[in-house]
């Protein structure tokens, strides 16, 4: 191949890459301009799906004039075992970033799974080639030393932090938005992408929609909510009870630095004469009066406790709702069903991708 020819390769895999990384940057919802806001690992991790397309291409434009003169493709050539290993490459890379986004998966982690490829592919197509296979090693021992370092360093250090914490870094650069629901499909709820969400902690979509309804539906005077985390639930209640006109939500969150993004969150909305925030555990606050809507979405371990804590104060005609009540949640969805069976609450379970549990006092209910 002339070099004329090798510089539309080139051209034709770059072109690839950067169409890579645009469409990337789209299902991020993040503008060119904020591309600089992200961490350098966060950068690198746009790479691997982009770099896997790029060179494939680039390496099919080099091998198509000999395919088209012989009329076939050896198998065994490196160029070719690259190509393929590439295209193959790019769907898990691809889903690797969506669940990044989904999960707040270690920003570089993809990178490191992408170094570890590039030296495992090395070696497959020095050995499968009829290459050296000793100098395939060795090209690739930096690679695969490289990604295996960047994932030991970068993995430990992000389980260790409470998960709130990590969507609170991530949205710090990036804008939330809808997308489908990241929860296992469930015997109850077999189809969990039909729903939408914002992040791996704050309710579906569909289901704030829901809580205004139901606000608006039942008119209370006086709503509960545990664990306000981001906000978006609480906005939703505060808006049902400024179209009622009266009442107030009462929101308990125990983490400052998450109360703080919710503090905006209210300020932004116009809504914050509708809201109480309180910065403190939902085991220890203090309700005065009766409550007429209480909406338990604490942490899954608190759930039992404040429930029974709380339930007390619940008008009997009011409404309980609790948020991680499906199959998959189950120590939710037991406290809820362990409740019922000691004649606390009625329940009814909707089979939302998280579940969601709609129940009454059954004491003084009439």
């Known amino acids: 191949m002339d070099h004329a020819s090798y510089a539309v390769a080139v051209l034709m895999g770059m072109g690839a890459f950067l169409a890579i990384v645009a469409l990337d940057l789209h299902r991020r919802r993040l503008a060119f301009s904020r591309l600089f806001r992200l961490s350098r690992l966060a950068m690198l991790d746009l790479m691997p799906p982009a770099l896997a397309i790029g060179l494939a291409v680039a390496l099919g434009v080099t091998l198509y004039p000999e395919v088209a003169d012989q009329g076939v493709v050896h198998v065994r050539s490196p160029m070719a075992i690259a190509m393929v290993l590439c295209l193959a490459v790019f769907p898990a890379f691809w889903t690797e970033g969506r669940k990044g986004i989904q999960f707040q998966r270690p920003a570089g982690l993809l990178t490191g799974e992408g170094l570890i490829f590039m030296g ?88 704030l929609d829901f809580l205004k309804t139901l606000v608006t539906t039942i008119k209370p005077k006086v709503v509960v909510e545990t664990g306000t985390f981001l906000g978006h639930g609480t906005v939703k209640l505060a808006e049902g009870v400024k179209e009622n006109g009266f009442g107030k939500v009462i929101t308990i969150e125990f983490d400052p630095a998450i109360r703080a993004k919710a503090l905006e969150r209210f300020q932004a909305s ?87 549990v709609v129940a009454q006092r059954r004491e003084n209910r009439k």
């Open 270 to 356: 116009g809504l914050g004469a509708w809201i109480e925030s309180r910065l403190e555990s939902s085991l220890e606050t203090n309700i005065e009066g009766t409550i007429d809507l209480l909406y338990s979405d604490s942490h899954l371990a608190n759930r039992e406790a404040e429930i029974r804590r709380l339930l007390p104060q619940l008008d009997p005609r009011g409404i309980l709702v609790v948020h991680d009540a499906s199959s998959h949640f189950k120590i939710v969805r037991e406290a809820a069903l362990r409740l019922e069976q000691e004649g606390l609450i009625s329940a009814v379970l909707l089979s939302t991708p998280r579940g969601v």
């Open 120 to 207: 495992a592919a090395t070696i497959l197509a020095g050995l499968v080639g009829n290459a050296a296979g000793s100098r395939a090693v060795w090209f690739a021992l930096p690679s695969l030393a490289a990604g295996g370092a960047l994932i030991v360093a970068v993995v430990p250090p992000f389980l260790k932090k409470y998960e709130g914490l990590r969507i609170l870094e991530r949205i710090a650069v990036e804008d939330q938005f809808s997308q489908p629901e990241y929860t296992p499909p469930t015997s109850e709820c077999p189809h969990p992408e039909l729903w939408r969400m914002l992040d791996s902690q704050t309710t579906e979509v569909e289901v």
